[in-house]
């Protein structure tokens, strides 16, 4: 078995997602337990006790959801969708909030009140690859002393563009996510994986000074490890969130079992028009409190440290050591019912 280093991977032949690969220990580990491994770290100068953010999404992220993803050491980013923002200047229901999502129509007058709270803003947009988000980051950039976060990219030819307009964070995938279209609307979007890599490598290249969110395709924790170890700085979820007592909307009762709703931020349901559409809606059985998903995501991501010999989260950015999986042996890795 060959094993691969990100350099291997990011020259293979293949658009790679993180099914297509595992990661490989190679050395005897000096971590005796997973309660030795460290997950914090720093993003955005936040000090955060895991490398997660919520996805700015209706059916994920409210004021609860934020206010409780930073009890829990995490990241939460508001979404844009609704009236919830609108409380966050009405009462103290904001508690320990640090990240708000924008569109590109947004005017001043609100970016203002977002900085004037001490928020990052994210500019939140199917593809940051695009002039008018370029314009807009180097407006907000010029006028307020804030973090921003743009999104979403799936190669780095554009990344030192972005840097250069003044994002301090990129949201890297497009059409991985669970609910998304865009791939099969638009034919565009690659691997996870390959996107990781290729934003990776043009950020070292460049030597450019901008963090890497992996956002799209994470669907347990075993990915999250995978994705922190290919170079990412955090990542966002929103299905693995979704369906929580804190996520935004209304849990439903049907044939005996509780749901809630979870969709796409570019679905009808979102936009409420018919234009073209990039996501689907669906029900996602109830979870109950989102500690217990985070938890969850805490203690993979330890062990995974664990079995690599890495005590932190900065040593695990530097792993070096995958494996390829053919068909069968990612199939032969799942649980059996």
């Not at 993803?69 to 508690?95: H, K, M, P, Q, W």
């Not at 991501?301 to 695990?316: V, W």
Request: with cysteine; proline share 2%; charged share 20%.
């Amino acid at each position: 078995m060959k094993i691969y280093s990100k350099c291997d991977l990011n020259l293979y032949n293949l658009a790679l997602t993180y099914d297509d690969i595992s990661l490989v220990p190679t050395e005897i580990s000096l971590v005796k337990s997973r309660t030795q491994a460290n997950t914090q770290t720093n993003f955005l100068n936040l000090d955060l006790g895991l490398p997660v953010i919520s996805s700015p999404m209706d059916t994920v992220t409210g004021i609860e959801m934020a206010n409780a993803l930073s009890e829990l050491g995490c990241l939460g980013i508001v979404n844009r969708f609704d009236s919830s923002l609108d409380e966050l200047f009405t009462n103290d229901t904001a508690g320990n909030i640090k990240a708000v999502s924008i569109s590109l129509n947004d005017n001043e007058e609100q970016i203002e009140k977002f900085v004037g709270k001490g928020y990052a803003i994210c500019i939140d947009t199917a593809n940051a690859a695009n002039v008018t988000v370029i314009k807009k980051t180097e407006e907000i950039k010029k006028k307020f002393d804030v973090k921003i976060i743009v999104g979403n990219i799936a190669h780095g030819g554009m990344l030192k563009q972005l840097v250069d307009a003044g994002a301090d964070a990129v949201r890297v995938g497009i059409g991985g996510g669970s609910v998304c279209t865009t791939s099969v609307q638009t034919g565009i979007g690659i691997g996870q994986v390959s996107s990781l890599l290729d934003v990776y490598f043009a950020r070292g290249k460049g030597n450019l000074n901008i963090e890497i969110i992996a956002d799209g395709g994470i669907k347990n924790p075993g990915d999250v490890a995978k994705a922190i170890a290919l170079g990412a700085d955090t990542v966002m979820l929103g299905r693995l969130l979704a369906g929580t007592r804190e996520a935004p909307g209304e849990v439903i009762k049907y044939n005996d079992q509780l749901w809630k709703k979870y969709r796409g931020s570019a679905s009808f349901g979102v936009k409420m028009k018919n234009e073209f559409i990039e996501g689907e809606e669906t029900m996602i059985p109830y979870k109950g409190s989102v500690r217990n998903v985070i938890n969850a995501i805490s203690d993979g991501l330890r062990s995974a440290m664990s079995y690599m010999n890495k005590i932190t989260i900065n040593e695990l950015k530097k792993a070096d050591t995958f494996a390829v999986l053919s068909n069968s042996s990612y199939l032969e890795r799942l649980p059996k019912k």
